[in-house]
Each structure stands twice: as structure tokens, then as C-alpha cells.
């Protein structure tokens, strides 16, 4: 990966007080283009999680190649319809909120937009619950746990869908299009062991993790294959959805799925440095001031906190990108308010001078900025808000 020279992005933004975030639109669209040429001629649904900026999505999905929209909240997914963003919404993870629920099934065109995840009975049984029995039909789509278990002794992968086997799949599908007010029209299956997993971090288990992605994919291509089968048999499924930024490859390649998602290749956060598969250019940064020198080769910066979800681990901090060879304190950390990195690039740092950071999950930076200065060709061409800069919070 070249990294480009700090002074661009310096001089780019020299009129703005730190802390703020940038997006590098350059690198946003090459990566949009990497991700289609990766899908190989399957559409690919933009995960708004991993972007969470309307304006940014709204690019994504003007491009060939993108077609609709993963939400993670049903919530979320109503905004984008007012919005207009896409007529074409699929939400992710199922919803027990009856609020959204209510306003869901009282909005015929949110009713043809939106679709709704199930994995048991029990979701359908939250719906009736917050609107009653009586609603016009709600679009729902299946999931099935992608996870892989060898042997049926272990289970890699996230946890998600109680449906693995196709006769799971097959029985839940033929409850959903026996009862009442609800429309199954679309399969997803998520294996993030393979999307969502590095295989190229430089450690020794990198070739074990490769051969166990080989051995997941196969299992689930023909475990897919069979559920697709089974379930159109009970209902005419208007798509299939599979993979992630990680997987675009594999999982487009199977002849049952329609449509992949992705959305953190987009904008290349630390997590995705590790793949043999694909190395997104760093489209999203975000610059904190030096605010103390307590040593010659340290640099104190303010702010920067900015913790990934998930393990707690290094892997989930923050990194330090420009100037290159800066390195976090490993007592400290990136902190509350403020920020140690260390290195020879330290000795010429000065007070009020910028360290340019990468968060280590796609989405997650914008939770924490309410606007991203949009950089091309070594300016600021324009700034956008993100969620929180439009004053929503989905949780």
C-alpha cells in the first residue's frame, strides 16, 4: 500500500481545528470499483453500517455495480425511505422495536421497500404483537447461520441464525407463507468466518486460517445450494444474499446467490489490511493535534479514544497512519483525552501540529464525528454529515 504524504491532507484542511475527520474521495471510489470488479458481474448491496454517512452511500449506490441497501436497524431503514436513499432496503438483524414496527406496517410504501430479517416463529410473533394481526403483508427475508461446524464438535463463526440445516430453513419457510400478513421473498446467510476473518496478518495461523476458509466455503456452498432448493420450493424468493467485503469472491461465484453485500471495503479501516484477497486504499482518516512533548520522541495528541467494537485487543485500537512510523504507547493506548504515539517521526512533530489516524472498523468513526470534510485533489471540496451530523442515532 503507498501511503500518500501527510502535507496533502495538511495543506487540504490547514483552515480546520483538530480533532476532525476526512474522507479521501479518490480513494473511496477506487475501492468502490475494486469491490465491483471483485463481485464479478453479481450486484452488490451497500451495508450502511460500515459507512453510516447518506452522502456516501448515496455515491456507492449511484455506480454500477451497487443495487439496494443493508440496514441495521429497522429504524435506520425508515429514515432511508423518507430520505429516498434506495427503494430497496433489506434489514440485516431482526427487530423486537414496536415503535418502528407500528410505523412500518402503517406506511404502504415502507411495506414495499423495507425487508424485515426472521430466523424463528417467535419474529413473526413480535410483529402481531406490536401491530396486531390484522396488517398488510410484511416483506421478510430468512436467515441462515452460515457459521461452519466440523464435525459438529466446533463452531467458527458469529453467532447468529438458530437455522443452519436445510430442513430448519425448509420448515420455518413453510410456517412464515402459512401465516398471516407476511411475505417471505428473500435468504440471507452471513459467513463471516470467511468475510470478516484476516488471513494475511504475518502470524503463523495465517495458513490455517486460510485452509480453514477453503473447507467453510465449500461446506456452505453446498449447504446454501440445498437450502435455496428447499425453500424455493415453499416460496418464490426474489434474492439470495451472502458474503461480505471479505468474501465478494467466493460467495459471488455461487450460482444460488443474486446478490452480495459489502460495505467496509469501501472505506478501508485497519481490520481489512490483513487480506490476501483484496488491500483497500485508507479512504477514511481522522486528525488529531499535538498537545504536549513530554519527551523528544513522543508526541501526546488530544483526544483519540475511538475503541472498535468487538475483542478487546490491540487490533481494535485506532492507528497512527501519517506521519508514517508512529506507534501507540502500550501502557496507554489511545486514551479518553488524549493520545501518546511514539517514533522518530515524533522529533519533528510541534505543538498544534496534526498525527493523522485510521479507526479500525469501517463504520464506527463516524459515530464519533458529526461531519466528514470530503478531500479531492488536495482540497476540501465539500463537507457532509454524518448520521449524528443529521441528528440520528440507531444504536
Known sequence: MTSPDAAIYDQATKDLD???????????????????????????????KSVRCRYLLERALAKPGFAG??????????????????DDILVAYPTVDHGALRRLVADDRAREIVTIMVDSVEHLDVVDAAVGHAHGDVRVCLELDASWRPLGLVHVGTRRSPVFTVRQ???LARKVVTRKGFRLVGLMAYEGQIAGFPDATGSRTDSAVRWMQRKSAR????????????????????????GGSGSLETTGAERV??????????????????YTRFRPRPAALFALPVVHKPTNNIATLFSGGYIASGPPSASRQPS????????????EGAGEVQTPVRGKAARDLRLGDRVWLRHAKAGELAERFTHYHV????????????????????G
Open 320 to 331: 497512527p497512519y501519517l506521519p508514517s512510523g508512529l506507534k501507540l504507547l502500550s501502557l
Open 375 to 394: 478531500v479531492v485533489d488536495g482540497r476540501v471540496e465539500r463537507t457532509v454529515p454524518t448520521y449524528r451530523g443529521e441528528h440520528q442515532n440507531f
Open 169 to 171: 430453513a425448509a420448515e
Open 18 to 48: 483538530p480533532p476532525f475527520a476526512v474522507i479521501d474521495l479518490a480513494a473511496f471510489d477506487d475501492n468502490a470499483d475494486d469491490l465491483v470488479r471483485r463481485a464479478n458481474g453479481t450486484p452488490i448491496r451497500l451495508v450502511s
Open 219 to 242: 461446506e456452505l456452498a453446498r449447504r446454501r445450494a440445498a437450502t435455496v432448493r428447499a425453500v424455493r420450493a415453499v416460496a418464490d424468493l426474489e434474492f439470495v444474499n451472502g
Open 257 to 274: 446467490v443474486t446478490e452480495v453485500a459489502a460495505g467496509s471495503g469501501l472505506i478501508g479501516s485497519t481490520l481489512f489490511d490483513s
Open 69 to 86: 441497501l443493508m440496514c441495521y436497524s429497522l429504524a435506520e431503514a425508515l429514515w432511508h425511505v423518507e430520505q429516498g436513499t434506495s
